[in-house]
């Protein structure tokens, strides 16, 4: 082997740096930094891998492997991508393949393990396919399905994943998705006088003729023909005529005589609403103040906080702002908590900026992404909207990123490395872009207001609604008292029910919320108290009463509902605590007439089910919604003037030193979506704390107080922003073995930490999930240490731990900066 040229490739694998490869004469001419690669590893295996590096250092501890193909011609990663893996990688702890694997999109990377499917059979031009491609083509014409490990039998390794790209560049195969969902359109029934009449006077007459034996459809048509004049081409709905006295009965012996025709039309939900783009609105005085100030903070901060309290406008500013960087020649990034709060922002930003926009939706299938992810790259947009995962497109230009909801914990990402903070990440990629960084919200969370107090950040306030409309009338209801007088139904005081039927009888729309779903939390045995838990996590279960069900909420476990007590045979089971459905069914027994609706994930599964869920509270078929925390974020509707909190103390109770600050966000921005367009609205907030500082806080909105208290004892048990955490999560199937090894690992880090700063090992709430045990340990970095050097510490502490086999099996998830 006489190269000495070697590339450093990045693999979706969770070991730690890149690999290196070896390089020949032909491959230096095409080989890019960021470019897709097809390379072996280890015995078998074939991966996708991006190029990360090129250099002369000939490794001297292994034999290299050469590159098997080059997937494409130009990078797909760029370098500032790159570079923001890396980053991520070392500042969360985990490999730099995991962040590849989480930031790539799957249809991209194409590995022994992924499935391709036959889309178009029919291909004939076989002369355009090369040997390989119509062997491949040939089995998946016997087979449909082939998985990349069987092409390389086909064919050979080498070229089982450049083949398949071939095949998939040509639109003769796709990525296999068993998840693939579709979007069913809205079908509406129209009518309309049969074609055939139409100019046929003798035809028309005829027909009158025979209906003379049918006077109701005799008018019904007569009554057609003078509406059809009215709405001059326009199509007529079926429910519309039939509110106009017609019935369908009639419409249907009319449609059989061959009088009138019904068809079908596609009513569009979501793409329907796309006007024509148009101006943004005037921004009024104080909105404009904020902008100004904003522009003004930005000359040398590079993170401004606009704190405006709900309804006052902030999406207006976004706008504005977007403008402005745009046409300067840059692109905007805006990201929001979740997908479901853009339904009504994409219709906002689009209609002003069109298809300059790209909308990164987390329902995304594989391809929809990769269509993305190409668009981006080649500058098609000027607007992406997307959530936190949207920061790992390939950007170029970036001149300002927005996190609208700042504060909202959805942006940590929990469920896949690496956990990031898309609030922290964004200011990360701003400053590696030369971007700035807004963010927004009506209750900025403690560390962002905290940063902006210090002018770390800069600060601008909006205290006023659109149309100067004051903030909603919030007040208290005692549940203990209403308990204790007998003013309460169930789960609605009185107070509460009488507000809604006044609500309802000025046919406006009330939305409730009650944080916990399923029916009631936990169901228990009124004879021997047993409550039934989740065989494989240390939870109760909860009752979903619509599917009859006792389901796990962590594990996914579900089994019928019992009958008779699992302990001791007893026929009373009862349930304790409300849920969501409890309080559907609820709402639904004091108000019949009422159209009730739930949101929460069970209601919401499907991939449009949120859109239409909006469509239909706009159209007003919605009376009365009810939701978990999904109805807090940024709902806009003009027709709210009430809002219901059931009860809110588990939000006041729960064990964590964020629960306060939770509470008077969550109760702040549901209280928010109340009186948004014409008078003030009001709120009422069940709780049998009704004396609770936070609630009297939420009442007279104040913010500023409120954090005064919790930055204070923040400092005073060594929490953020006074502190750094670092939590090591330890799981295991034995506990025994689990609590040995957290032990023996804080026994290593003990002399480096005061012990105030050295937490556990302890269980944490929920002790065990999906027949684990866990164990968490937490490490408070202080400011007067180097997080960097703890970093390097926590790494080498557990190389140490593993040296001993037995702590090995115990996994480790280090979790940075954990919410
Ligand atoms: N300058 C303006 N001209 C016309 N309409 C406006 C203007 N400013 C705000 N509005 C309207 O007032 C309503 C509330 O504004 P917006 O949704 O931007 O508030 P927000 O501060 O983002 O609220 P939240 O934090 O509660 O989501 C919207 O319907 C918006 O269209
Ligand atoms: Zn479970």
Redesign the pocket.
Known sequence: MNTTYFAEIILPLSLDGTFTYHLYEEDLQQIKVGQRVAVPFGTQKLYTGVVHSIHQNKPELYKTKAIHAFLDNEPLVTQTQIKFWEWMSNYYMCSLGDVFRNAFPSALKLESQTFVRLINAEFSAIDELNDYEFLVFEALKLRQIISVEEAALIVDEKSAIPTLKLLIDKGIICLDEKLSEKYTPKIDNYVKIHPDLKGNDQAFIAILDQLNKAPKQRETLLQLITLETQLQGKPLKVADFVKQGATNAVLKSLAEKGAVEIYQFQTSRVEGKEEETSEI????LK?NEALTQIKTQFVDKSTVLLH?????????IYLKLMEQVIAKGNKVLYLLPEISVTTQIVH?IKKHFGDKVGVYHSKFNQNERVELWQKTLNGDFDIIIGPRTALYLPFDNLGMIIVD?EHESSYKQMDVKPFFHARDMAMLLGGLMNAKVLL???TPSAESYYNAINQKYGYVELNE???NIKLPEIKIVDLKKAQKEKEITDDISHILRDEIVEQLKDKKQVILFQNRRGYAPIMECNTCGHTPECPNCDVSLTYHKFSNQLKCHYCGYVQAKPIRCPSCGSHELNTKGIGTEQIEHQVQAIFPEAKVRRMDVDAMRGKFAYEKLIEDFENHEIDILIGTQMITK???F?NVNFVGVIRADSLLNFPDFRAHEKAFQLLT?VS??AG??QEQGKVLIQSFQAEHQILQNVTTYSYAPTMKDILYERKEFLYPPFTRLINLRFKHKNKERLDKTAEQLVTLLKASFESRCLLGPEAPSIGRINNLYIADVMIKIRPNQSPQKVKDLIRQKIEQLHTISAFRSVRIDIDVDPV
């Not at 609105?281 to 009024?284: A, G, I, P, V």
């Not at 405006?308 to 207006?316: A, D, N, P």
């Open positions: 609105s005037q921004l009024t909105q405006g309290v709900t309804s006052s406008g902030k999406t207006e906002r909801e927004g919200s009506a609604r659109f149309g940024g709902f806009d003009g921005q928010g979506r948004r367009r």
